[in-house]
């Protein structure tokens, strides 16, 4: 790479929202898993499993409270309340029925919303026009490729390294 093109890793370290495209294999804070996609249910399952790791989550906007800085997402009739205190005006999900992903921490505890569970937002974007069925086929085979690499990376604890089930 010259000056015009800096090299790829140290900007991974950098761009959270790189991570879930570049990374691989669940082994360290730096990879893949540490942005693990999670379906809906997978989180409302298992909250407790979940608690304060970073996952990517997508979904159709059900529902805006501007009060509380909340959405609530939908996806395969499982619903998901999202704080979007910390997101800026742009990136703030606003369009009912449409198709977003939500990059946060997931926060079982939290006392100033009305739902058991939240996950936190720190990255929005509208994805519209994505091929739901595609994606999750896409994810099925990623998630059976990392399944066989972490078999030969794996660690005693079942972890990805930084505290979180790997996905």
Not at 22 to 32: C, F, H, P, V, Y
């Amino acid at each position: 790479p010259g000056p015009w093109c800096p090299p790829l890793r140290p900007l991974l370290s950098e761009c959270p929202t790189l991570i879930d495209v570049a990374g691989g294999g669940g082994r360290g804070a730096d990879t893949a898993s540490s942005w693990a996609h999670r379906a809906i249910e997978e989180i409302t399952g298992d909250p407790a499993a979940l608690a304060n790791c970073q996952v990517r989550v997508l979904g159709r906007l059900k529902a805006v409270n501007c009060a509380l800085a909340e959405v609530v997402l939908e996806h395969n009739n499982h619903e998901l309340v999202v704080d979007t205190g910390h997101l800026s005006t742009e990136q703030h999900p606003a369009l009912i029925g449409h198709l977003y992903t939500v990059i946060g921490e997931v926060d079982p505890a939290a006392p100033e919303h009305a739902a058991d569970l939240v996950v936190r937002a720190r990255v929005s974007r509208c994805v519209d026009g994505m091929d739901t069925a595609l994606f999750e086929r896409a994810l099925e085979i990623k998630r059976m490729h990392d399944a066989r690499i972490e078999a030969l990376f794996s660690s005693p604890n079942g972890s990805d390294g930084v505290g979180c089930p790997a996905a």
